[in-house]
């Protein structure tokens, strides 16, 4: 299993340079990847990429997850062709349709059939990508464009998957899933099946499942657990990750997180590979008055478990 840390709300520098720094550190450390969420009101994350991926020369730089319906399936392409050529082919464009509330109340746009809109968005975006042009006229999409990049090379795409028919997506369409509250018994009850379902039927290789977890290693794992419930409780009103946690049967994100000592740790980041995870990307979160010895005792146990697990 692929290890690599993730960043969003929690976690992420509040500069850019300060993100690429986050980068250039992961690769020097030896993680194998590092993900970027896009939040509404945070920098553009392809822009940092691009910038990350000047200064860095291995390590893999994702996107989990750009909303779609904020962005044009051919300006995300063209957005993703310049980071990936930049960063000489390490990018990994995770997308998702985002949730009906900030899509509707924050954006004032229509989250209208977000299956179909993916479905058609990812062709799109891979035939643009791979081919150079698109002409495709779909249920909501009708686009006809092509691009002159010289230096253009596809780039794997990743969706934010939760249900079966975006799970099925994910599998037949794009390279694979990325998930967020969503644990072992989840990965391979549901997920697993899904997607390897759906790659299979359309003769497709085994697809990535990429799955993100909250992870802090500490002894005492009632704070962690409150840390955890300060940090990501408000997942438990969105309805997507909801269904997730309760296939995994909890009760909120506190239960989904990865906590105690290094040990325990260790044993249920195992049971992410056991499950068929092909990545575990590490949402490190401050536990107790240190947050910066917490991050980077948790860090360091992340490192340690490369090309372990």
């Not at 690769?27 to 822009?47: H, T």
């Not at 010895?293 to 992340?302: D, E, I, K």
Request: hydrophobic share 45%; glycine share 10%; with cysteine.
């Amino acid at each position: 299993m692929r290890i690599g840390l993730f960043v969003g709300s929690t976690g992420s520098a509040p500069t850019v340079a300060g993100q690429v720094q986050q980068v250039v550190e992961a690769e020097q450390d030896g993680f194998n990847s590092f993900w970027f969420s896009q939040a509404p009101n945070k920098n553009d994350v392809l822009s940092v990429i691009a910038l990350a991926g000047q200064v860095t020369s291995r390590i893999e730089i994702g996107t989990a997850v750009i909303p779609t319906f904020s962005r044009h399936p051919a300006t995300m392409t063209m957005q993703a062709l310049t980071a990936h050529a930049i960063s000489n082919g390490r990018l990994i464009l995770g997308i998702g349709t985002s949730h009906q509330g900030r899509v509707e109340g924050q954006l004032g746009l229509e989250f209208h059939r977000p299956a179909q809109h993916m479905e058609e968005y990812l062709q799109i975006v891979k035939e643009l990508a791979s081919t150079g042009k698109c002409d495709f006229q779909g249920q909501l999409f009708n686009v006809n464009v092509s691009h002159e990049m010289e230096d253009a090379q596809a780039f794997p795409i990743m969706v934010a998957a939760h249900g079966p028919r975006m799970l099925g997506i994910a599998g037949g369409i794009a390279d694979g899933a990325i998930t967020w509250m969503a644990g072992p018994k989840t990965l391979d009850s549901y997920v697993l099946p899904l997607v390897t379902k759906a790659a299979e039927e359309k003769g497709r290789p085994a697809p990535r499942i990429c799955a993100a977890a909250p992870v802090a290693v500490t002894e005492d794992e009632a704070a962690a657990r409150g840390a955890a419930d300060r940090d990501y409780g408000r997942y438990n009103q969105l309805p997507s990750f909801r269904r997730m946690m309760d296939v995994e049967g909890v009760d909120g994100p506190a239960d989904m997180a990865v906590v105690g000592d290094e040990a325990s740790v260790e044993r249920q980041l195992r049971a992410y590979a056991d499950a068929g995870a092909t990545d575990l990307m590490g949402s490190v979160f401050p536990v107790g008055d240190d947050a910066d010895a917490s991050v980077a005792r948790t860090t360091a146990l992340l490192k340690s478990l490369i090309g372990r697990i």
